[in-house]
């Protein structure tokens, strides 16, 4: 079946522009998450949404990071204004709700480079 | 932000040869996993331990779960080719809402 998908695989922004990048999860998996990769690092948690709603948020480094699911299923990580250190691979994770949950399937992630 | 430790950091393999990596931290997990990640890809799930003690196998993958609850370790037995890549370790923190903490990785290369 369909994994988790993400688009666009590659983006590049001058400094100051908006950025949205695209989460389309696993049909039917409740749980979605952001996490964000530095170059030679391990994954970090940005934010997390069962169905719509956004529950932890503790993750994302400033108040130019906003993370949305309206309906629940496709999820869009949007970054204002943005820096060179948010130069990175933007993974997106889902998972069913269920005692399995921390059983995350990731997608290709997002590589921004911001210049 | 809070990220395991993970050993080694780098390791070269000859097919056939048996690796071992680990994964330690300060605090007590309720579940780990492993990852491996392949260059420009994302992290595919190998493994997943839900008890302290639990010993689970995926083919030639085995992971452990320690009975502290503070480490995890991965063995590849027979390593062929396709082993190359980055192995993350990651765990989820009691309390938390799901979202998990990874180790920095190890990266596995052929032996030149």
């Known amino acids: 079946g369909a994994g988790v998908s993400q688009s666009p695989r590659y983006k590049v922004a001058k400094r100051g522009q908006d950025v949205a990048l695209r989460c389309d999860p696993i049909?039917?998996?409740?749980?979605l998450f952001w996490y964000q990769q530095a170059l030679g690092q391990g994954p970090e948690f940005l934010t997390y949404?069962?169905?719509?709603?956004?529950?932890?948020k503790s993750g994302l480094p400033s108040d130019r990071f906003f993370a949305e699911r309206p309906e629940g299923s496709v999820s869009t990580l949007k970054i204002q204004r943005t820096q060179q250190e948010d130069s990175a691979v933007y993974l997106c994770?889902?998972?069913?709700?269920?005692?399995?949950?921390?059983?995350?399937?990731f997608g290709p992630g997002t590589r921004l480079t911001v210049t | 932000g809070q990220q395991l430790n993970q050993s080694p950091q780098s390791m070269f393999i000859q097919e056939g040869e048996d690796v071992s990596m680990n994964c330690t931290s300060s605090s007590i997990f309720n579940t780990w996993l492993w990852y491996k990640q392949d260059p420009g890809e994302g992290p595919v799930l190998l493994i997943a331990?839900?008890?302290?003690?639990e010993l689970t196998s995926n083919g030639r993958l085995t992971a452990q779960f320690g009975i502290t609850r503070k480490d995890s370790f991965l063995n590849i037995s027979a390593s062929i080719p396709s082993d190359v890549g980055i192995y993350f370790c990651?765990?989820?923190?009691?309390?938390?809402?799901?979202?998990?903490?990874f180790g920095k990785g190890t990266k596995l290369s052929v032996k030149p």
């Open positions: 331990l839900y008890k302290a003690g």
């Open positions: 990651a765990g989820q923190l009691g309390g938390s809402q799901g979202n998990l903490i």
């Open positions: 049909s039917g998996h409740v749980s």
């Open positions: 949404f069962q169905n719509e709603a956004q529950l932890d």
């Open positions: 994770a889902s998972s069913l709700a269920s005692r399995h949950t921390y059983e995350q399937y």
